[in-house]
Antibody, heavy 119, light 107 residues
Framework: EVQLVESGGGLVQPGGSLRLSCAAS????????MNWVRQAPGKGLEWVSY????????YYADSVKGRFTISRDNAKNSLYLQMNSLRAEDTAVYYC????????????WGQGTLVTVSS | DIQMTQSPSSLSASVGDRVTITCRAS??????LNWYQQKPGKAPKLLIY???RLQSGVPPRISGSGSGTDFTLTISSLQPEDFATYYC?????????FGQGTKVEIK
């Protein structure tokens, strides 16, 4: 059974940093492209970032480019999102999601971790 | 970037009703369109991919159609477990973009 478990969320002050993790199990993580998608409270879904299976190709939404860094450790079956220079508008539940064919189809999602940026 | 627009934003329906949600892309995306269902406090769930292909385990009362810029999600006979918010998403070009969502509520 595919399982994705996010962790690392919490309350952080504006300008602060946080590192999210996503632990994967039940599938061959190293062969899957992965994404982060977020959802602000009461709002819709927003794609944040993509990383290829090897980690060699990475994309970001314009709203986080230069502040967030996606990475993965295939030996540890883990995906990460380093978030720096956090803003109030980054407050959201962050989901990790697997990607399947056709591209950018998010077929498995974690339960999400809440990031709150507030003073 | 490609913009996705769903309509309506919300609707009220009864169990057994036929429900249709539409999604329009700001430019042609061929059949690169996915639909997700999200219940309160839960992660989204993939229902339909490539505009009309049913994800494994999704009941056949749910279907998708369309190509180019106009797409439709149809629930042929609404069941209690179908009350949720539905999102379309284009997978044609990065960045992948979601519609604003359609909330299906009990009448």
């Amino acid at each position: 059974e595919v399982q994705l478990v996010e962790s690392g969320g919490g309350l952080v002050q504006p300008g602060g940093s946080l590192r999210l993790s996503c632990a994967a199990s039940g599938f061959t993580f190293s062969t899957y492209e992965m994404n982060w998608v977020r959802q602000a409270p009461g709002k819709g879904l927003e794609w944040v970032s993509y990383i290829s299976s090897s980690g060699s190709t990475i994309y970001y939404a314009d709203s986080v480019k230069g502040r967030f860094t996606i990475s993965r450790d295939n030996a540890k079956n883990s995906l990460y999102l380093q978030m720096n220079s956090l803003r109030a508008e980054d407050t959201a539940v962050y989901y990790c999601a697997t990607e399947s064919d056709p591209g950018s189809t998010f077929d498995y999602w974690g339960q999400g971790t809440l990031v709150t940026v507030s003073s | 970037d490609i913009q996705m627009t769903q309509s309506p934003s919300s609707l009220s329906a009864s169990v057994g009703d036929r429900v249709t949600i539409t999604c329009r892309a700001s430019l042609s995306i061929s059949s690169f369109l996915n639909w997700y269902q999200q219940k309160p406090g839960k992660a989204p769930k993939l229902l339909i991919y490539a505009a009309s292909r049913l994800q494994s385990g999704v009941p056949p009362r749910i279907s998708g159609s369309g190509s180019g810029t106009d797409f439709t999600l149809t629930i042929s006979s609404l069941q209690p477990e179908d009350f949720a918010t539905y999102y379309c998403q284009q997978s044609y070009r990065t960045p992948p973009a979601f519609g604003q969502g359609t909330k299906v509520e009990i009448k």
